[in-house]
């Protein structure tokens, strides 16, 4: 099989990361990679706004009690768009639970991203009309699962590339290193993007690895790794629209590490400050996605204060629908529990369906 070799396997891609825009909105460029024009860049702006509208609306249900739970990707904007907005309509999404704004930004209904958070027992929306795999929840299972769709897509003689996220902590998974090395062995069309966002819970990323990198991961399977600003949109479209389009023309997998941070606990169960300072992660605050592509538009004129207030409009707009959506209790089927655990239900599944049925009959009587 020929490789592609056209990827960047200088040795220090793992270790340097691409950066286009500074913290402070500068352009200070790459030998290597280029900036998008304006338009996809402002596209990537409205994006991470209304991904944040969504996070924060998110996070607000959670606390009135219509989610159960929302891990938040607040921080981690460049990355969830322009993870979203590199692949093309034919290409697949393959998320974790942080990843509902990439999800969104792909274009499902932000109502149908959120509802498998309040307790609905599947994962609400289809995942073959929007080419986006269910979010997952048990660490990088989903990597080996887009190797497999893209490993088939290739037998089938399609040009799909699969991109799949995982995070830092999901690096020390065996699925990983199995999905890295198939993928690099059978040549699979696949994208890998770890965002490392500094912890898995709260166990710290000097816990979990001490390789140079996460991207120098790939060394160890022949997979050219990238390590790349992980909160410069600009850097992070350039180096994953060349991956994807080099995964399309044949040349393989490429992991990609995105160097960011979680700004927010890690789910509504957690309380950070048990194991990072407020000075750390104000640090990052200083270093956010949008406000730096945000600086940037505005020193080029490619923003202007009537477009900022269009898409703040948008944006609570967007955040009304998902309350209005999500503040409805859903029909609840309770019989659904017992429809498809098996094709052929067993005895004691009938049994306990029909308890369930004559206990809430019974409950229905006494009202
Ligand atoms: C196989 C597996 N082991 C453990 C867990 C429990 N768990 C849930 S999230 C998490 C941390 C994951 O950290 P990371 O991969 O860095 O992703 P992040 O949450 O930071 O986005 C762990 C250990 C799990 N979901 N699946
Ligand atoms: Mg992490």
């Known amino acids: 099989m020929s490789v592609d070799t056209s990827a960047d396997r200088s040795a220090d891609a793992a270790v340097d990361p691409v950066r286009l825009l500074d913290a402070e909105g500068r352009l200070v460029g790459h030998e290597r990679y280029g900036l998008l024009p304006l338009p996809d860049l402002l596209e990537r702006y409205q994006a991470m706004v209304l991904g944040r509208r969504l996070d924060d609306q998110a996070g607000a249900l959670v606390r009135q009690g219509r989610l159960a739970v929302y891990p938040s990707s607040h921080g981690q904007e460049a990355c969830q768009v322009a993870a979203a907005l590199a692949l093309r309509p034919g290409d697949w999404l393959f998320p974790t639970y942080r990843d509902s704004v990439a999800v969104a930004t792909r274009g499902v209904d932000p109502v149908d991203v959120l509802a498998w958070l309040r307790g609905d027992w599947h994962s609400v929306y289809d995942p073959v009309t929007h080419h986006v795999a269910p979010q997952t929840t048990p660490l990088a299972t989903q990597l080996l699962h887009a190797v497999g769709v893209a490993h088939a897509a290739r037998l089938k003689g399609e040009d799909t590339v699969v991109l799949a996220l995982c995070g830092d902590g999901a690096t020390s998974e065996g699925d990983f290193h199995e999905a890295l090395n198939f993928a690099a062995v059978f040549g699979a069309p696949v994208v890998f993007l770890v965002q490392n966002n500094k912890y898995a819970i709260s166990v710290p990323l000097s816990r979990q690895s001490v ?13 050219p790794g990238i390590l790349v600003d992980g909160n410069d949109v600009a850097a992070l479209s350039a180096v994953l629209g060349e991956a994807v389009s080099r995964a399309a023309s044949g040349g393989g997998p490429t992991l990609v590490e995105a160097d960011t941070y979680r700004i927010q606990a890690h789910t509504n169960a957690d309380d950070p400050t048990r194991y990072r300072t407020e000075a750390e992660v104000h640090e990052w605050v200083l270093r956010d996605p949008i406000s730096r592509l945000r600086t940037y538009l505005r020193a080029q004129g490619a923003l202007d204060d009537s477009t900022e207030e269009e898409l703040a409009a948008r944006a609570e707009e967007l955040a009304a629908t998902v309350r209005a959506g999500l503040n409805r209790t859903p ?18 599944l009938l049994a306990q369906r029909d308890l369930l049925r004559a206990e809430l009959a019974a409950e229905e009587g006494d009202r």
């Open 331 to 348: 029909p609840s089927e309770p019989d659904e529990l017992f429809t498809h655990v098996y094709a052929s239900p067993t005895p004691q």
């Open 211 to 223: 390789a140079p990198s996460l991207a120098s991961k790939g060394v160890g399977y022949g997979v």
